[in-house]
C-alpha cells in the first residue's frame, strides 16, 4: 500500500476510533466462516488454524448427509473451540423458498430439519449462514426470534453490473466490519479464488479492522491445499496461512459468529 493510501485510512479511520477511550473498546480482529459441508477438508485446516490460536465458525448445510466420521469431525471441531452453524438442510435460497412454499415450510423443511439432527448430534447451534446470501427483513425477524443469535450474509468486492464491473475496496466496504454493536445481521466477505480479492486488498481490511477497532468478516468453502488443483470454490489454505500470520502481527485477535454478538456492549 502506497504512503497516500495509508494515510486516507489513518485519516478515515485512525483518528476517528481514537475518539473513544481504551477501556471501552472490544479487541479488533477477524471473523472467519466456512461454508457448506467439505468436512474432510475442514479437519485439514485443524493444524494451521491451531498455529495462530484462530477460532471459526463451519456452517453446514445438508447435515443429513454427513456419514458418522464427518459428524465426529465437526464435534472435535467445536472441541477446539471453532463453532459450528447451520446453512440449511437443503441449501435453499430463503426468499425463494418462501415464494415459491410458505414461511412454515421453511422454518420446518429447511430450518428445523436441519437444526434439530446437528442439536442432537450435541452440536451447540446458534448462527445461521445465508446460503446463496438472501436476507430479507421479514424472514430473518421470525430466525432471530425463533433460531438463532446472529445471521450471516455474503459480500463481494465485484459486482456485475451488465454494462461494467463495480470494483469496491476492502477497507471501503462497511459492511464486513463489525462494531460490536450487538447488530444480529451481518456479511462476510467473500475469498474464495472466484472472488478475486487481492492480499494487498485483504491487508488493507485488517488495517481498517485494527484502527477502527472492529471485527473484519470473511469467509470461503472449500480449502485448497494444492496450488494446481483446479478447485474453483475454495482459497488457497498458504493465502489463509499467510492472512493468519499478518493478522498476529497487527494485533488481532479472530472470534467467532456468535462471539461477536455475545461480545457486544449492550
Ligand atoms: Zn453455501
Same mark, same amino acid.
Given at each position: 500500500?502506497?504512503?497516500?493510501?495509508?494515510?486516507?485510512?489513518? =485519516?478515515? =479511520?485512525?483518528?476517528?476510533? +481514537?475518539?473513544?477511550?481504551?477501556?471501552?473498546?472490544?479487541?479488533?480482529?477477524?471473523?472467519?466462516?466456512?461454508?457448506?459441508?467439505?468436512?474432510?477438508?475442514?479437519?485439514?485446516?485443524?493444524?494451521?488454524?491451531?498455529?495462530?490460536?484462530?477460532?471459526?465458525?463451519? #456452517?453446514?448445510?445438508?447435515?443429513?448427509?454427513?456419514?458418522? !466420521? $464427518?459428524? !465426529?469431525?465437526?464435534?472435535?471441531?467445536? @472441541?477446539?473451540?471453532?463453532?459450528?452453524? *447451520?446453512?440449511?438442510?437443503?441449501?435453499?435460497?430463503?426468499?425463494?423458498?418462501?415464494?415459491?412454499?410458505?414461511?412454515?415450510?421453511? =422454518?420446518?423443511? $429447511?430450518?428445523?430439519?436441519?437444526?434439530? &439432527?446437528?442439536?442432537?448430534?450435541?452440536?451447540?447451534? +446458534?448462527?445461521?449462514?445465508? &446460503?446463496?446470501?438472501?436476507?430479507?427483513?421479514?424472514?430473518?425477524?421470525?430466525?432471530?426470534?425463533?433460531?438463532?443469535?446472529?445471521?450471516?450474509?455474503? @459480500?463481494?468486492?465485484?459486482?456485475?453490473?451488465?454494462?461494467?464491473?463495480?470494483?469496491? &475496496?476492502?477497507?471501503?466496504?462497511? $459492511?464486513?466490519? #463489525?462494531?460490536?454493536?450487538?447488530?444480529?445481521?451481518?456479511? *462476510?466477505?467473500?475469498?474464495?479464488?472466484?472472488?478475486?480479492?487481492?492480499?494487498? *486488498?485483504?491487508?488493507?481490511?485488517?488495517?481498517?479492522?485494527?484502527?477502527?477497532?472492529?471485527?473484519?468478516?470473511?469467509?470461503?468453502?472449500?480449502?485448497?491445499?494444492?496450488?494446481?488443483?483446479?478447485? &474453483?470454490?475454495?482459497?488457497?489454505?498458504?493465502?489463509?496461512? +499467510?492472512?493468519?500470520?499478518? +493478522?498476529?502481527?497487527?494485533?488481532?485477535?479472530?472470534?467467532?459468529?456468535? $462471539?461477536?454478538?455475545?461480545?457486544?456492549?449492550?
Amino acid at each position: 500500500m502506497d504512503t497516500f493510501k495509508r494515510l486516507i485510512l489513518f =485519516f478515515l =479511520f485512525g483518528v476517528i476510533s +481514537s475518539c473513544k477511550p481504551e477501556s471501552q473498546r472490544a479487541s479488533p480482529g477477524i471473523a472467519l466462516s466456512f461454508d457448506d459441508r467439505f468436512v474432510q477438508e475442514w479437519e485439514r485446516l485443524r493444524p494451521v488454524l491451531k498455529k495462530y490460536d484462530a477460532h471459526a465458525t463451519f #456452517y453446514v448445510t445438508q447435515f443429513d448427509s454427513l456419514g458418522p !466420521e $464427518e459428524v !465426529e469431525i465437526l464435534r472435535q471441531l467445536q @472441541a477446539d473451540g471453532h463453532e459450528i452453524g *447451520a446453512h440449511g438442510a437443503t441449501h435453499a435460497r430463503s426468499v425463494d423458498y418462501v415464494w415459491q412454499h410458505s414461511m412454515e415450510a421453511y =422454518f420446518t423443511n $429447511e430450518i428445523e430439519a436441519e437444526l434439530k &439432527p446437528m442439536q442432537k448430534a450435541g452440536l451447540k447451534v +446458534s448462527t445461521f449462514a445465508h &446460503p446463496g446470501g438472501q436476507q430479507v427483513w421479514f424472514i430473518d425477524k421470525q430466525l432471530l426470534q425463533k433460531y438463532f443469535v446472529l445471521l450471516r450474509d455474503v @459480500a463481494l468486492t465485484e459486482r456485475d453490473l451488465k454494462l461494467f464491473m463495480l470494483h469496491r &475496496p476492502v477497507f471501503g466496504m462497511n $459492511e464486513i466490519y #463489525y462494531h460490536f454493536d450487538g447488530t444480529p445481521t451481518v456479511s *462476510a466477505l467473500l475469498i474464495d479464488r472466484s472472488a478475486n480479492v487481492p492480499m494487498n *486488498a485483504l491487508r488493507d481490511g485488517l488495517i481498517r479492522a485494527r484502527n477502527t477497532q472492529t471485527v473484519l468478516m470473511l469467509f470461503g468453502h472449500c480449502p485448497i491445499f494444492d496450488k494446481n488443483s483446479p478447485q &474453483p470454490y475454495g482459497f488457497e489454505v498458504s493465502r489463509l496461512d +499467510s492472512m493468519l500470520a499478518e +493478522s498476529k502481527k497487527l494485533g488481532l485477535r479472530t472470534y467467532t459468529m456468535s $462471539e461477536l454478538v455475545k461480545l457486544s456492549r449492550r
